[in-house]
């Protein structure tokens, strides 16, 4: 290990973290350009992890990365980078709206402009934590934290409907957490069986004594992990908070949730499935895991299929993407792995994608109802397409990633034996494949009727500042089709790396 | 003084210990329940001058009433003095007829009283007698199984159903007092013996607010010796219920282990003193609660019959 | 069933502990004025870090002490005193309501504790802390606790079904986990702190537009 690697550990755990609380006393200007550069910061020092880990494990105090956790790193990496460069287009029409209004509204902005970014940091901060944290009781912290901070950011915008969803957000997910924390402590109690007292929960001995655990407490630590952590992955029946965060949180928010929270929570389910996998064997989690995904493919298909209103669209897609994830760590092959990683990584550029793009719809068009959309294509020429080819992507057409990692988890299926299952999984993709083309037909490629450009205010992403709002989403089209086309050989490398991790195939 | 007394003789004790100290210890409840609102307060022998004048008066039915008015209160007061024969009053060992029936038994015994004072407040076609005999019976629908559950856990707990035998595995070590099955099936028995002497939270026992009474309406019609009688009962009864608690479930000490004469005196002091206070505890809760609305009395022999249920629960699970 | 086998004087005394946890999760569940349900979420934590001190002292767990003092001062004063406070700022509605009868509530909240007392013994998780009765009350809190959150219809309570539910899950981790490392414990109840805040602060969010503690009038975000 480098001490740069290390530098890099402590860059992601303490720079965010640094940038939340510069934000509690910086103005508006200075708090946008700080956190656009810790955002790309933090994105250099995630990639940079990334060979890093090729070697080994990278670990300081109680931070500690593998090739897992550096692959959970980078959706928060990215998305917290685009995030922030977005924002810059997203607050920035309201600051400038701001200054000609005035000063009682100045300040309500400046209040709101503050509460956003040091929630967004924070936010970015629990997430980075997350997967760097070495053990199972650090990692339950952190994702409560990360449950805490991005409640206040989904209640941020102080709607009726905001208020609604944070308050179901925070309940649900902190009862689920709890489920978690039971789920921590029954793998201690198994743990301490053959460890004895003092041992801490770290990943390192669990995975080494796994074969010794004693298999009932283990069984149920997995069973209670998913259905604790899974509230938070979205995975039906847990689900019910989502779709109304997702669409009731700023923009931003959304494609942080929805591409970065949703995978972190995952990763959790994901360290107790590799421990669960070697004391009771593949039969058990994988049967717990296809259930649940099955269940959640089924119920986001279903849903997307009469949804009139756009984020809750999308939200309803991350639902069903958590499934396609969760069966294929159930088929457990390498290749399904493998799959599952990569679609990861994919779907959180192309969910941010998405969201980012329908910010810059809903703004535009004052509305999240589909059916009062029309003529995306023609009044955002910049937004409009980017938009149509992240849902292609979403719904895994090539030449994009998601169709890869699909094809992979598919393939893998196949392979395994799992032909039913993977059979399944195609039907019920292509029925969300149906809903969420179906549903986005009509406003993307319809031309407006005529007579209503007058009654709508032309904010269109030629705006001032939608320079900010477009430039993310055209580099995550870009990450998407290197995914699609050629993923680099170092990360296809990490991939390997920490499908081995689950499968126990490689060191 | 060391005479030993013969078994037959001690078993009339216990009866007698009963009927005589049952007034005594109403009476005390009285004076601590008035002292603690401040006020004097009637004698404590005050209930023995009552029932020496009701006794003295004459008896009136109401018109229309059968022979069953009339025999009600003595086969009432039967009961009460048969079940001091089965439950351990004075002497941790059983005594002749102690095995005669076991706590159901003795359940029973007390329900038939109850059955018949019921029936006999019905017979009147008084609209309050009737209403007292009602609610009796409607809530009483709740409070038998919990005294059911009750007797199961101690028959779980100790493998019979004997009070003498459950007694004996209290006194035996601490472990048995500690364990929650134990506990929750007394806090149990405690809230169905309020409900069962008809004290508050149920009824105020010594108003006369017709609407909200229960056990206290029933003698309404009753007049003179009858009267004297019904009341002399209902007095037996909460000591018989009061001995069953201290003596079998929460202090099962003080009581005779020997035949001498010295002892089984004692026994009786004793047993008269943990009534007592027993009572005193009563009066404090009389004066510290409000009367429960009538319909929300269901709840509140529904949290009694909750408390039975996890003390079964707690004993299957092994631990309890 | 070993009827036969008695529990020793440590064991008993745990279990009427954790008995008296899950009386007062149910008086929870019956209590209709919101501030008596505070105050009982106070006594249960205060019951829950006496459970914690008996186990240290009986088991010779040093840290337990200082957790116990921790949790007491957190849960037992600060978390009930903030929630009173902040009823005192909305006073608008004292009594919550469910969303079935009380008896109704109970008698289900009984089938769902009858349910964990028999699956987690069941499982067969012995622990040398404690005895097994106990965790398997600690379960029927944390079930109950759900029970409570699901039935009720208003911030406050919900709120505080979640906290006793955390009370529940700290039970299980003083049978199973009695020796985890304090700092860790530490962190739990601190998270707990900060969730607290959050939920102070939605449901201030959350009374300053509605203008009540009522979930009822939630309904707008569905399908």
């Not at chain 2, 005390?28 to 003295?56: C, N, S, T, W």
């Not at chain 2, 199984?145 to 595995?169: E, R, W």
Request: charged fraction near 10%.
């Amino acid at each position: 290990m480098h001490a740069s690697t290390g530098i890099l550990l402590l860059v992601l755990a303490v720079l965010p973290a640094l940038c939340a609380l510069a934000c509690l006393v910086l103005p508006h200007r200075a708090a946008v350009a700080t956190t656009v550069v810790v955002g790309l910061v933090c994105l250099a020092a995630a990639v940079g992890l990334v060979p890093a880990v090729l070697d080994g494990v990278v670990s300081i105090g109680f931070l500690r990365v593998d090739a897992l956790s550096v692959v959970f790193l980078l959706p928060t990496g990215f998305l917290y980078a685009a995030t922030s460069v977005f924002a810059v287009g997203y607050l920035g029409d309201e600051a400038a709206h701001a200054a000609q209004a005035d000063v009682a509204e100045q300040r309500l902005f400046h209040r709101y402009s503050r509460l956003f970014f040091v929630g967004i940091n924070a936010f970015a901060w629990s997430m980075f934590c997350a997967p760097m944290a070495d053990g199972l009781a650090l990692l339950w912290i952190a994702i409560e934290v990360t449950t805490v901070v991005s409640a206040l950011l989904v209640a941020l915008d102080n709607t009726e409907g905001a208020t609604e969803a944070a308050w179901k957000y925070v309940l649900i997910a902190s009862c689920g957490l709890g489920i978690g924390l039971l789920a921590t402590i029954v793998m201690y109690y198994a743990g301490a069986q053959t460890m004895g007292q003092s041992y801490d929960l770290a990943f390192e001995p669990l995975v080494r004594h796994a074969e010794q655990l004693p298999a009932t407490p283990v069984r149920l630590a997995f069973v209670l992990a998913v259905v604790g952590f899974g509230t938070k992955v979205g995975l039906v029946p847990m689900h019910t908070w989502l779709p109304d965060a997702h669409a009731e949180a700023p923009t931003p928010v959304s494609a942080l949730l929805s591409g970065s929270l949703l995978a972190v929570s995952f990763y959790a389910i994901l360290r107790y499935y590799e421990v669960a996998r070697i004391t009771v064997g593949d039969a058990f989690p994988q049967r717990v895991l296809l259930v649940f995904g099955v269940a959640s493919l089924l119920l986001a298909g279903l849903s997307l299929l009469h949804q009139g209103d756009l984020k809750r669209l999308l939200a309803y897609s991350s639902i069903e993407h958590m499934g396609i994830v969760a069966i294929g760590v159930s088929f457990g092959a390498p290749l399904a792995l493998l799959g599952v990683l990569l679609h990861v990584l994919a779907h959180a550029a192309a969910k941010g994608n998405a969201f980012m793009c329908a910010g810059v719809i809903v703004r535009s068009y004052q509305t999240k109802q589909l059916g009062s959309i029309r003529g995306v294509l023609e009044r955002l020429p910049w937004t409009g397409p980017v938009f149509l080819a992240s849902v292609l992507a979403l719904c895994a057409m090539p030449p994009f990633g998601l169709f890869r990692s699909e094809f992979a988890i598919v393939a893998g299926g196949i392979g395994a034996a799992r032909t039913a299952p993977a059979a399944i999984l195609v039907v019920l993709v292509t029925l969300a494949f149906l809903g969420l083309l179906g549903a986005l037909v009509r406003p993307v490629l319809t031309t407006r009727p005529a007579g209503q450009e007058a009654d709508v205010p032309a904010t269109g992403d030629g705006a001032r500042l939608g320079g900010w709002m477009v430039l993310p989403p055209l580099v995550g089209m870009v990450v998407l089709l290197v995914l699609g086309l050629h993923p680099p050989a170092e990360l296809s490398q990490l991939l390997r790396g920490a499908a081995g991790q689950l499968s126990g195939t490689v060191s | 003084m060391n005479m030993s007394l013969a078994p037959w003789l001690i078993q009339v004790a216990q009866v007698g210990t009963i009927v005589l100290g049952a007034p005594l210890v109403t009476g005390v409840i009285a004076r601590v329940e008035a002292m603690l609102q401040g006020r004097h307060g009637p004698r404590v022998l005050q209930p023995y001058y009552d029932l020496a004048k009701l006794l003295r008066k004459e008896a009136l039915a109401p018109s229309g009433t059968g022979p069953f008015f009339w025999i009600a209160p003595f086969v009432a007061m039967a009961c009460y003095l048969t079940v001091p024969l089965l439950i351990p009053v004075l002497t941790t060992y059983a005594l002749p007829l102690g095995f005669m029936g076991d706590i159901l038994g003795g359940g029973f015994i007390l329900a038939l009283a109850s059955f018949v004072v019921a029936v006999a407040a019905a017979e009147t076609g008084d609209s309050y007698a009737q209403l007292g005999s009602s609610r009796a019976k409607t809530f009483g629908a709740i409070t038998e199984p919990v005294v059911l559950l009750v007797v199961f856990t101690v028959a779980i707990v100790t493998t019979t159903d004997l009070p003498y035998v459950l007694g004996a595995t209290v006194r035996s070590s601490p472990d048995q007092i500690v364990r929650p099955a134990h506990l929750l099936a007394s806090a149990a028995l405690f809230m169905v013996i309020l409900f069962e002497t008809g004290r508050i939270p149920i009824e105020t026992h010594t108003g006369t607010t017709e609407f909200g009474m229960i056990e206290e309406a029933r003698p309404f019609e009753h007049s003179g010796p009858h009267f004297a009688v019904l009341r002399w009962g209902s007095m037996a009864k909460q000591l018989i219920l009061f001995t069953l608690f201290l003596n079998v479930f929460v202090a099962p000490w003080g009581m005779s282990s020997t035949r001498a004469l010295g002892d089984v005196l004692l026994a009786v002091v004793l047993l008269l003193a943990k009534a007592c206070a027993l009572g005193c505890v009563i009066a404090v809760i009389d004066c510290s609660f409000a009367k429960l609305r009538l319909f929300k009395i269901t709840e509140f022999v529904a949290a009694a019959f909750l408390l039975a249920v996890l003390a079964i629960f707690t004993l299957y699970l092994g631990g309890g | 069933m070993n009827a036969q086998s008695v529990p020793s004087v440590f064991d008993g005394t745990a279990n009427t502990i954790a008995v008296v946890v899950l009386l007062l999760e149910f008086l929870m569940l019956r209590s209709a004025l919101l501030r008596a349900q505070v105050r009982l979420y106070a006594v249960q934590s205060l019951v829950v870090s006496i459970l914690a001190v008996v186990v240290a002292s009986g088991r010779d767990v040093p840290e337990l002490y200082a957790l116990a003092a921790l949790s007491f001062a957190l849960k037992a004063v600060i978390v009930p005193w903030l929630i009173l406070r902040l009823m005192r700022d909305a006073s608008t509605e004292i009594a919550g309501s469910g969303a079935l009868g009380v008896a109704s509530e109970i008698m289900v909240a009984i089938v769902v504790a009858a349910y964990a007392f028999f699956t987690v013994s069941l499982l067969d998780i012995h622990s040398d802390v404690l005895p097994a009765t106990a965790l398997s009350l600690s379960v029927a809190v944390v079930l109950v606790a759900f029970v409570l959150i699901i039935m009720r219809r208003d911030v406050v309570s919900q709120a505080v079904g979640f906290f006793s539910l955390e009370n529940g899950v700290s039970m299980v981790s003083l049978v199973v986990a009695a020796g985890m490392p304090l700092i860790l414990e530490v962190a739990f109840l601190f998270d707990l702190l900060v969730a607290v805040v959050v939920f102070g602060v939605l449901m201030r969010v959350h009374h300053g537009r509605t203008h009540s503690l009522s979930t009822a009038d939630l309904t707008r975000l569905r399908g």
